[in-house]
């Protein structure tokens, strides 16, 4: 069966330091990846997915980036994170190929605060 | 654009009362339509999904959704609710896989539920 995993769970990091937040698929392949935000009492917001290696597309200007260097892992980055960065960071996975209907299955999530 | 609204953004009912979320979409062409559930500090859980056949879905925890295109609803029911649904809700719509959608979805901003005893 798959397995979705994300590290760390939690993490405070000052205003001005880099992020790397890493997201890894077990079970499956060439999966289509998503991260997503989660700010209180906001929903989700989809930052980045990515279809394959090395293909990221952005859904909203900010000061993150994404890269997918191997098939199965999905990183979120930052060079200098800023307090709105803070919240609750989900990865995602969905197999597109064929099975007719498209539901995302979700890690645990990252906690981040920025202070 | 595809969006979804979840009008309510707090319920509260009493155990074993019956429950209903509701959700309303906007999609071009025929959705895919889901419902997630998340406990705090947890990632989203796949309750049941749409995509075509029967408007009635069923899904786990004894949870069900009825898909209505004329109304542009999809509407989460549970008949009897348990102090363990305390949680908070998402509607999510898609599209299919093809063209442009890359299985994208476009979420709800959520619905808690609260349970009292």
């Known amino acids: 069966s798959q397995t979705i995993h994300q590290w760390p769970a939690t993490l405070v990091q000052p205003v001005g330091s880099p992020l790397s937040l890493e997201c890894t698929v077990e079970?499956?392949?060439?999966?289509?990846l998503y991260w997503y935000r989660q700010a209180a009492g906001r929903g989700l917001q989809l930052l980045f997915y990515?279809?394959?290696?090395?293909?990221i597309s952005s859904e909203v200007p900010q000061n993150l980036s994404a890269s997918r260097p191997q098939d199965r892992q999905f990183i979120l980055s930052s060079k200098k994170l800023l307090l709105s960065d803070s919240g609750f960071y989900l990865c995602?996975?969905?197999?597109?190929?064929?099975?007719?209907?498209?539901?995302?299955?979700f890690g645990p999530g990252t906690r981040l605060t920025v202070t | 654009a595809q969006s979804v609204t979840q009008p309510d953004i707090h319920i509260t009912v009493s155990e074993g009362a019956s429950l209903e979320l509701r959700c309303n979409y906007s999609?071009?062409?025929?959705?895919?339509l889901f419902w997630y559930v998340q406990s705090p500090g947890q990632g989203l859980q796949l309750l049941l999904k749409y995509f075509s056949g029967d408007t009635l879905v069923q899904g786990i925890k004894g949870f069900e959704a009825e898909f209505k295109r004329s109304q542009s609803s999809f509407n989460l029911r549970k008949p009897s609710v348990h102090w363990s649904d305390a949680a908070e809700y998402f509607c999510?719509?898609?599209?299919?896989?093809?063209?442009?959608?890359?299985?994208?979805?476009?979420f709800g901003q959520g619905t808690i539920l609260t349970v009292h005893p």
């Open positions: 999510a719509v898609g599209g299919n896989a093809g063209g442009t959608s890359y299985g994208k979805l476009t």
């Open positions: 079970g499956t392949s060439n999966p289509n």
């Open positions: 999609y071009g062409a025929t959705p895919y």
């Open positions: 990515s279809v394959g290696i090395g293909q």
């Open positions: 995602a996975w969905t197999d597109l190929r064929g099975r007719g209907s498209y539901e995302q299955y």
